[in-house]
């Protein structure tokens, strides 16, 4: 099925990783302590029925819901301020580069590194991720700009699976012609768009940035590559997980602080929902290609939670494969939205040989699913 369409290989990955550490005790003592604080100050209304006193996060709690450990971000000191909780960037000015395509760039370079290739090789820039930093000019014009690419530029954004959604429109992109090298970046602020101050939520996500260069296997050099057999993208409406932010809130007299301008789900109703979506996903996508998801040397699978990764992996292999059937980036990094799945494919593909075949998987708002099933060369 797939023989007719020249191959097509990832070539090249890279990754940023920001320079400041929270670990769960560091996160926790802050949230507790802005509690507290919100707490007295709302000592009457709490003592008369009209307001909920916050209660404390632990480590154990958080342990226990996701298996997050620590994150990085951009900024620590910001997000640790009981009294601001949430990061602090300096603004820049247009004629300086973006912080989101600054860290795209870096990231970049790193795979076009390992690919072999230069800024001036890529003919196509995908900047797909949950959330962008501006509405325009796109930021993958700017970091097209950065690299010295050229060709064009767009941004993509579809919440968590943003990353393998762009992969597709890469691979599609390479197979007809239209563009020869594709470089696929996935800036990951996401401590600015996370509702620090909520308990249920304030320790999912953490900053990143992930690139990967897709291009035909003809022209590629690189001594890591990966053949893309196929992708496959699904989408289905639901509201369980959102973020209203946007240009028209002003036009709505919107507070810049309601609730529902940052990151905010329903936990229990995604678990249940999107788990049997991603599985039945996977088992169709290799299906479709004459595979079995046993056959699967390795996967690496979007990292929101880990309960969800090993219950997506016990519906498609039958058992508990364990972490060298699919890796877990999720303690060290915590949720990095669309980079987590190509996180977990960049640091935990080296042992493999030359054959093997495996699946990078996301799943998120939307909901939206997208998958992509690949062979080491």
């Known amino acids: ?48 029925g009209e307001r909920t006193a916050l209660t404390h996060s632990s480590v154990e709690f958080i342990e226990k819901a996701s298996g997050i450990k620590q ?9 640790l301020d009981p009294t601001r909780m949430y990061p602090r960037f300096t603004p820049r000015g247009d004629d300086q580069i973006s912080l989101m395509a600054e860290i795209a760039a870096d990231a970049a370079r790193k795979a076009l590194e390992q690919a072999g290739k230069t800024g001036a090789d890529i003919d196509a820039v995908l900047c797909s991720s949950a959330n962008m930093q501006r509405a325009y000019p796109a930021m993958a014009v700017e970091i097209q700009q950065a690299l010295g690419a050229g060709g064009y530029g767009f941004d993509m954004n579809v919440a968590c699976s943003s990353a393998t959604f762009a992969l597709e429109q890469a691979v599609n992109a390479v197979r007809s012609g ?15 768009h996370l509702e620090w101050r909520d308990r249920d939520c ?15 296997a003809e022209t590629a050099t690189g001594a890591d590559q990966w053949e893309i057999l196929g992708t496959q993208l699904a989408t289905q409406f639901s509201s369980n997980i959102r973020n209203n932010f946007g240009f028209m809130n002003r036009a709505e007299d919107r507070d810049p602080s309601d609730r529902d301008l940052t990151f905010y789900q329903e936990g229990r109703k995604v ?44 519906k498609l292999v039958g058992a508990d494969a364990g972490s060298d059937v699919a890796p877990l980036i999720l303690d060290e990094y915590a949720n990095t939205a669309s980079a987590g799945s190509i996180i977990a494919f960049h640091q935990h593909r080296a042992d493999l040989a030359a054959g093997d075949t495996g699946v990078i998987c996301s799943f998120g708002a939307g909901y939206s699913i997208g998958s992509v099933v690949v062979k080491k060369r």
């Open 202 to 216: 304030h320790f999912i996500f953490g900053d990143v940035c992930t690139a990967v260069i897709i291009e035909r």
């Open 271 to 314: 678990f249940k929902e999107v788990v049997p979506m991603a599985a039945a996903h996977i088992e169709a996508h290799l299906g479709k290609l004459g595979l079995a998801p046993a056959q699967m040397r390795r996967y690496w699978l979007h990292q929101a939670n880990q309960g969800m990764n090993q219950l997506v992996i016990k």
């Open 71 to 79: 994150r990085y971000v951009i900024d620590k000191a910001g997000v």
């Open 178 to 192: 239209a563009s020869k090298c594709v470089l696929v970046v996935n800036p990951e602020i996401t401590s600015a």
């Open 1 to 48: 099925m797939q023989a007719s369409f020249p191959a097509v290989v990832i070539s090249g990955t890279g990754l940023y990783r920001p320079p400041h550490v929270i670990t769960n005790a560091e996160l926790v003592e802050a949230f507790n302590a802005y509690a507290d604080l919100q707490n007295a100050e709302h000592a009457e209304a709490i003592a008369a």
